[in-house]
């Protein structure tokens, strides 16, 4: 048997069974997705690849040098 029609795989017409024990499955409603960010627009390819592609480099501060004194 092959779900999803009112034919067999040969073309034959398939009546569904009715009875007491007969389960009959149905498919319901499922969830869709939703935008997060409804505000933020959509932008082509061209716009957000040469963005997403620039190398960040994240340099540590330097140290702040001690005056003669010892205070910072």
Do not use: C, I, N
């Not at 024990?21 to 939703?34: C, D, I, N, S, W």
């Not at 627009?41 to 540590?60: A, C, E, I, M």
């Amino acid at each position: 048997m092959a779900l999803g029609g009112d034919t067999d795989l040969s073309g034959a017409a398939v009546h569904p069974p009715s009875g007491p024990r007969a389960v009959r499955l149905t498919r319901a409603e499922a969830p869709g997705a939703g935008r997060m960010f409804e505000s933020t627009p959509t932008v082509p390819h061209s716009v957000w690849y040469p963005l997403q592609q620039k190398r960040v480099r994240y340099f540590k501060k330097p140290k702040k040098e001690e005056t003669a004194d010892g205070d910072r």
